[in-house]
Structures are given as structure tokens and as C-alpha cells.
T-cell receptor
Framework: SAVISQKPSRDICQRGTSLTIQCQVD?????MFWYRQQPGQSLTLIAT?????????ESGFVIDKFPISRPNLTFSTLTVSNMSPEDSSIYLC??????????FGQGTRLTVV | QKEVEQDPGPLSVPEGAIVSLNCTYS??????FMWYRQYSRKGPELLMY????GNKEDGRFTAQVDKSSKYISLFIRDSQPSDSATYLC????????????FGKGTKLTVNP
């Protein structure tokens, strides 16, 4: 299985600021996704991080709020912009999917105060 | 109707019990089915990965897929306190978008 390093593991941020979360994989992967996990809710897909092109966002998520970079096949970042307390959640990167096994990073626990 | 339905529990069983966890889904195009285990304050870890219908066994864990009923199960034999966690089912399509769709997760407690 892929070794995935997600940073930071947790952060407490002031409202109105931005946080960038990094996901580093030890091998090249085609599929990389960003999910949000809120208490009592399913894991919700924010976007698919596409290498060399703009991310594909799910309904309800927009690039201005959640800009994503994918400069190569081993690395991606998710930024949570202009944060509000409603953005407090766990954010997870997922690599793989479809006809390959999919693995999560350790998650980033974000609290916005 | 949600794409994937999973009873959130909580489910509490004595040590040694057989545990059955289930998910139903509505989209017959799902082809790949997964179970993840998530301990508190950790990222989900992949337990089982299956393609189409049938059974797959790995140690004390057995995954079953019944595509005709749109129903998947995870069985845990001889459950241990260390199995206490939230179990998430997930599924994805073949080809096209390969994103995973998740159930809400079932919280399991195995009591010593």
C-alpha cells in the first residue's frame, strides 16, 4: 500500500484566515481526492485533484473557497480559505480508487475559532 | 434516497461475538466495494476491497457483496475489544469518475 503523509495533523485557526493542507505520497498515483468528514456525517467528497489541470469540484464546493493544487503525481494541497467556524471538520486526502485500492492520509483536524 | 445507506448504530457486542455490518446502495453501476475501519482521531484504514459479487475472507473478516440485492456486508468473527471502531462502507464505479461514495459509518464497541 502507498505511504501517505498528510500535514498538519491538526490546527486551530482564526476565522477569516486560510489553512493549506498537504498530502504527500511515496509513489506516483493517478487518482487523488480530498474529503471532508463532519461529525455524524458521511465522508463528503470536496474535489478530485487532477495532475496538471484544474481540480474537479463536487456540487456545493467552489474553487475560491477550496483551491487545490496538484503539481505532480505524488503531491497535492488543499487550502481552506476565509475560514468560518462552519469549516471546522476533519479533512482527508485519499489516493487510489476505481479498480485500485484506495488509501487515506491521517487526516487534518481543523478547528476555526 | 441516499446513494449509500448504513445504519450508524451504535452497536455493542460482547467479546467473541460475530459482528455483522451492512450497507445498502441504490446505484447498480457500483462495481468496487470497500470496508474501512476508523479508530477515534485517526484516518480510515482499508480493511477489505472486493470487485463485483461474491465473498472475500481475510483472517477474522469476511466481506460479502450481493449485487442483485444491492447489499454488502462485513462479518467479524471472534470479535475483540481492539475491533472497537467506526466501520465505513464505500463503493465506486468502473471507469469514468472513480471517486468513492461512503456510508455514514457504524460505530462498534466490543466489550471485554
Amino acid at each position: 500500500s502507498a505511504v501517505i503523509s498528510q500535514k498538519p495533523s491538526r490546527d486551530i485557526c482564526q476565522r477569516g484566515t486560510s489553512l493549506t493542507i498537504q498530502c504527500q505520497v511515496d509513489s506516483q498515483v493517478t487518482m487523488m481526492f480530498w474529503y471532508r468528514q463532519q461529525p455524524g456525517q458521511s465522508l463528503t467528497l470536496i474535489a478530485t485533484a487532477n495532475q496538471g489541470s484544474e481540480a474537479t469540484y463536487e456540487s456545493g464546493f467552489v474553487i475560491d473557497k477550496f483551491p487545490i493544487s496538484r503539481p505532480n503525481l505524488t503531491f497535492s494541497t488543499l487550502t481552506v480559505s476565509n475560514m468560518s467556524p462552519e469549516d471546522s471538520s476533519i479533512y482527508l486526502c485519499l489516493v487510489g480508487g476505481g479498480n485500485t485500492e484506495a488509501f487515506f492520509g491521517q487526516g487534518t483536524r481543523l478547528t476555526v475559532v | 434516497q441516499k446513494e449509500v445507506e448504513q445504519d450508524p448504530g451504535p452497536l455493542s457486542v460482547p467479546e467473541g461475538a460475530i459482528v455483522s455490518l451492512n450497507c445498502t446502495y441504490s446505484n447498480s453501476a457500483f462495481q468496487y466495494f470497500m470496508w474501512y475501519r476508523q479508530y477515534s482521531r485517526k484516518g480510515p484504514e482499508l480493511l477489505m476491497y472486493t470487485y463485483s459479487s461474491g465473498n472475500k475472507e481475510d483472517g477474522r473478516f469476511t466481506a460479502q457483496v450481493d449485487k442483485s440485492s444491492k447489499y454488502i456486508s462485513l462479518f467479524i468473527r471472534d470479535s475483540q475489544p481492539s475491533d472497537s471502531a467506526t466501520y465505513l462502507c464505500a463503493m465506486s464505479f468502473q471507469g469514468g469518475s472513480e471517486k468513492l461514495v461512503f456510508g455514514k459509518g457504524t460505530k462498534l464497541t466490543v466489550n471485554p
